[in-house]
C-alpha cells in the first residue's frame, strides 16, 4: 500500500469547491488537509451562534423588522417552531405598516446562517424587487425582515398578509465550503396549513455556487410562473411557464 | 395493565405508545414533542413493562389506525403470517433473547412476520452492543444491476454532489471517488436544481460516464422528487433507481409530497422500461422527519422510523438508507444521539430485511463533530451496515453537512477486513485501485481516470 500520496493536479478542482486531489497518507487526510477540515468546521459552528446586528434589516433595504416567538438561540436550535411563529403582537405590527393582498410578498429571514444575510442580499434583494417588477408584479409587499426565522415562518406572514405569492430568503445552515450560502423558498398562497410539499427552494445561492442576480431572475421567474399555474410545491413545474 | 413497581415505587402509563416512547433512549425530538420519559427511572420503569408485552399487541394495536393512515396498511400487508404465528406469543423481552440467540437466516424468517411497531419495540430493550450483534448476523442480498450485500462487504454510495449541478465538477468528484473505490452501491446525486430537464441532464451525462465510458459495475441515482424522476424515465432519461424519501406516517408522506401508490406507480414504470433490472427502488428515512412535518400522532421518532421500514419493505428496494443526525439539533442533539439512532436505524431495517446502509452524519448545528461520526461508522461497519456515503472529504459542498468520506470508506475496509461487492471489486482490480481488497500505489489519484482513459475509451 502507498505510504503517502500529496495533492495533485489543481486543474480539476477548479470545476468544483469539493475536496478533491486531496492526497492521503496511508488511507487516512494527510495533516494539511485534516486541520484545513478543522479549521473550516469551527468557522461554520461559530456561524450558526452569530446574530444579526440591529440596524441590518434597515440597511439591507427591509422596510419592517419583526421577529419570531423564539426567545433565544437555545430555544430557536432546539425548538423549531418558535421559529416558524411571530411573537406576540407581531401582526398588529405588521398590519399597521403593510396592507394585506399584495400579488407578492418578500421577506427576509436570519435562518442559520445570519452571515449569509449580509453576505447575499445586499445584491439578491435590490435586484429580486426588480426582476418581480419586470416579469408583471405591481404590488410587493415588503421586504419584512424576521429574526429567528425558520422556513415555515412564511406561512405566518403569509396567514396576515395574504398575498398571491410569498418569498422567504433565508441564511442555510452553514456547510464547511462555505457559512455565506442562502435560500429562496417560493410559496403560492403561504398560510396555515401549509407543508414543505406546497413550497419550491432555489438554494445554494452564494459566490461558489448560484450568483446572487441569477438567483434573483430565477425567483422571479419562479414568482410569475406560479402565479399563471396558481401553484406551487410538488405539482409546480418551473420550466412549464 | 401498563404498570410496574420498581424499588417500592409504582408506576402506571396510560397507552401502550406513552410506554413505548418513554422507554426510548434520550433524544431531543421526543423531548421536543413532550413525550419523552421524565426521568431516568421512569424510562427504565417503561422498559420494564415493556419487556413483558406480547408482540401480539402491536398488530392488534399500530402506531397509527390502520384506517386512517396507508402506512399502517402496508406494514400489515408486508407480514408474513406463517413467520407471525411463530413469533406473536412471546413477549417482547423474549423477543430480545431469541434474536440474541439465534442464527442470521432464523432472524429474516422472524423480520418477515414482525410488525413494525414490534421490531421498534425490542430495539428500545437492546443495547448498543446488542443491537450490532444481532444486526452483524443478517446478511441481506439484492440485486439492480449489480449485486449487493452480503456478509464481509462494506460498499458505498458515492455521492459527488455539485451547488450547481455543475457536470464537469460532479464528474471531478466522481473521478475521485473512484479512484478510492467507491461507488459500488450506487452513484447518487442530490441536484441543486430539482426540475426534469437538470435531472436529465445530469442523470445521461453521469450514466455515460459510469456505464458508457468507464463500464464500472454498480448503479445510477439522481435524487429528485419520484414525481420528477418518472418524468425523466418517460422522457427516455437514464437513471437505474428511482429514488425516494419515505416518512412513517399518511400524513407525513403527504407532506413529502408521496403516497403508497406513487411509489407503486414509480416501481412499475421503471420495472416496465427496464425489465433487466431486478430490484429498482432506493430510499431514504430517518428518524425526526414525522414530528418535524407535524404528523407524528403523538407516536416516538423510533418507532416512526421503524414504520418507514415497514413502508419500504412492501416495495422490495434495492437500498435503503437513514440519515441519521442530518435534520437537526431538535431531533438528535449530539453525537451520542446520533450514535444511538444510528444503531437503531440500522439494526430495525436489517431485521425488517431490508438492504440497509446509514448515512453516517452531522450538521454544523449540532453538537457533534468528525470524531463522533467516525466512531459510529466503526460500530456499524462492525455491525454489517450495507454501505455508507462517500464524498470528497466527508463535506457535501451541496448539501452542507458532514459525511463519511472516500479515505473513511478505505481505512474501514481495511481496519475491518471489508471488501466490496465483488463485481466492482473485480473490476477495480483489472483497473489496479485494488489488490487483495486494498487500495494500491495508484489508488486516490483521479487522473487514473482522467483525459487519457476517456480517449481510449
Request: with cysteine.
Amino acid at each position: 500500500m502507498s505510504a503517502l500520496l500529496r495533492e495533485t493536479s489543481r486543474e480539476p478542482r477548479e470545476r468544483t469547491s469539493a475536496r478533491i486531489q486531496v492526497g492521503r497518507a496511508g488511507t487516512r487526510p494527510t495533516t494539511a488537509q485534516l486541520l484545513r477540515f478543522q479549521e473550516d468546521h469551527a468557522c461554520a459552528q461559530d456561524a450558526v451562534l452569530a446574530t444579526v446586528d440591529a440596524g441590518t434589516p434597515g440597511r439591507l433595504g427591509c422596510v419592517l423588522e419583526s421577529r419570531s416567538s423564539a426567545r433565544d438561540k437555545t430555544e430557536y436550535l432546539r425548538n423549531p417552531g418558535t421559529g416558524r411563529k411571530l411573537a406576540e403582537g407581531e401582526e398588529g405590527r405588521i398590519l399597521a405598516r403593510i396592507t394585506p393582498g399584495a400579488q407578492v410578498l418578500v421577506a427576509v429571514g436570519d435562518g442559520l446562517s445570519p452571515a449569509a444575510v449580509e453576505a447575499q442580499v445586499p445584491v439578491l434583494l435590490p435586484a429580486l424587487l426588480g426582476c418581480l417588477r419586470k416579469e408583471g408584479f405591481e404590488s410587493i409587499a415588503g421586504p419584512v425582515f424576521v429574526h429567528l426565522a425558520r422556513v415555515g415562518v412564511l406561512d405566518a406572514l403569509g396567514e396576515i398578509l395574504r398575498p398571491e405569492v410569498g418569498i422567504l430568503l433565508v441564511g442555510e445552515r452553514p456547510g464547511l465550503a462555505t457559512a455565506l450560502s442562502l435560500s429562496a423558498y417560493l410559496g403560492y398562497r403561504p398560510g396555515p396549513g401549509r407543508s414543505d410539499a406546497d413550497r419550491n427552494v432555489l438554494s445554494n445561492i452564494h459566490e461558489g455556487g448560484i450568483q446572487p442576480l441569477q438567483a434573483a431572475a430565477m425567483v422571479a421567474r419562479w414568482a410569475a410562473s406560479m402565479r399563471r399555474q396558481a401553484s406551487s410545491g410538488v405539482g409546480f413545474r418551473p420550466d412549464a411557464g | 395493565m401498563l404498570q410496574t413497581r420498581m424499588r417500592g415505587r409504582s408506576w402506571n402509563f396510560g397507552s401502550l405508545y406513552e410506554v413505548m416512547a418513554k422507554a426510548n433512549a434520550p433524544k431531543s425530538g421526543d423531548r421536543l414533542a413532550g413525550i419523552c420519559a421524565q426521568s431516568a427511572q421512569e424510562r427504565i420503569a417503561a422498559r420494564q413493562v415493556l419487556s413483558e408485552i406480547p408482540v401480539s399487541r402491536f398488530l392488534e394495536e399500530p402506531a397509527v389506525p390502520a384506517e386512517r393512515d396507508e402506512v399502517t396498511r402496508a406494514i400489515q400487508a408486508g407480514i408474513e403470517p406463517i413467520a407471525w404465528a411463530e413469533i406473536r406469543g412471546w413477549s417482547v423481552g423474549e423477543l430480545r433473547e431469541r434474536i440474541l440467540a439465534a442464527n442470521g437466516p432464523t432472524l429474516l424468517r422472524w423480520g418477515k412476520g414482525l410488525p413494525s411497531e414490534a421490531i421498534a419495540a425490542v430495539a428500545k430493550l437492546m443495547s448498543n452492543l446488542d443491537l450490532v450483534s444481532a444486526s452483524a448476523k443478517i446478511a441481506v442480498d439484492v440485486r439492480c444491476r449489480t449485486r449487493l450485500g452480503g456478509s464481509g462487504i462494506l460498499s458505498s454510495r458515492l455521492q459527488p454532489n455539485h451547488p450547481t449541478d455543475d457536470l464537469a465538477g460532479i464528474l471531478a468528484s466522481l473521478d475521485e471517488g473512484l479512484s478510492y473505490a467507491c461507488g459500488d452501491a450506487v452513484v447518487g446525486i442530490n441536484p441543486a436544481d430539482d426540475s426534469v430537464g437538470a435531472v436529465r441532464r445530469t442523470a445521461d451525462a453521469v450514466s455515460e460516464h459510469v456505464h458508457d465510458v468507464l463500464g464500472v459495475p454498480t448503479q445510477v441515482s439522481v435524487l429528485a422528487h419520484a414525481t420528477t424522476q418518472m418524468e425523466v424515465l418517460r422522457q427516455g432519461g437514464r437513471l437505474d433507481l428511482v429514488f425516494q424519501s419515505l416518512a412513517g406516517t399518511e400524513d407525513a408522506c403527504r407532506s413529502f409530497g408521496i403516497s403508497g401508490q406513487l411509489l407503486s406507480e414509480a416501481r412499475a414504470c421503471q420495472k416496465e422500461l427496464r425489465p433487466e433490472l431486478g430490484q429498482v427502488m432506493y430510499f431514504e428515512t430517518g428518524q425526526g422527519s414525522e414530528l418535524s412535518a407535524g404528523a407524528h400522532h403523538g407516536i416516538d421518532q423510533l418507532t416512526l422510523e421503524s414504520r418507514c421500514h415497514g413502508l419500504a419493505r412492501i416495495h422490495d428496494p434495492f437500498l435503503v438508507n437513514t440519515v441519521v443526525g442530518f435534520i437537526g439539533p431538535e431531533y438528535l442533539a449530539d453525537g451520542r444521539e446520533v450514535a444511538r439512532a444510528g444503531l437503531e436505524d440500522h439494526f430495525m431495517g436489517k431485521l425488517h430485511g431490508l438492504p440497509m446502509g446509514v448515512d453516517v452524519c452531522h450538521t454544523n448545528h449540532m453538537d457533534a463533530d468528525q470524531n463522533d461520526l467516525e466512531s459510529l461508522a466503526v460500530l456499524l461497519a462492525a455491525a454489517g451496515c450495507t454501505f455508507f456515503m462517500g464524498v470528497p472529504m466527508g463535506d457535501d459542498v451541496m448539501l452542507n453537512y458532514q459525511t463519511t468520506s472516500f479515505h473513511d470508506l478505505a481505512t474501514l475496509r481495511e481496519t475491518l477486513g471489508r471488501r466490496t461487492a465483488p463485481a466492482f471489486e473485480a473490476w477495480m482490480e483489472r483497473e489496479g485501485i485494488l489488490r487483495d481488497g486494498l487500495l494500491t500505489e495508484s489508488a486516490g489519484d483521479a487522473r487514473f481516470f482522467s483525459a487519457g482513459r476517456r480517449r481510449s475509451a
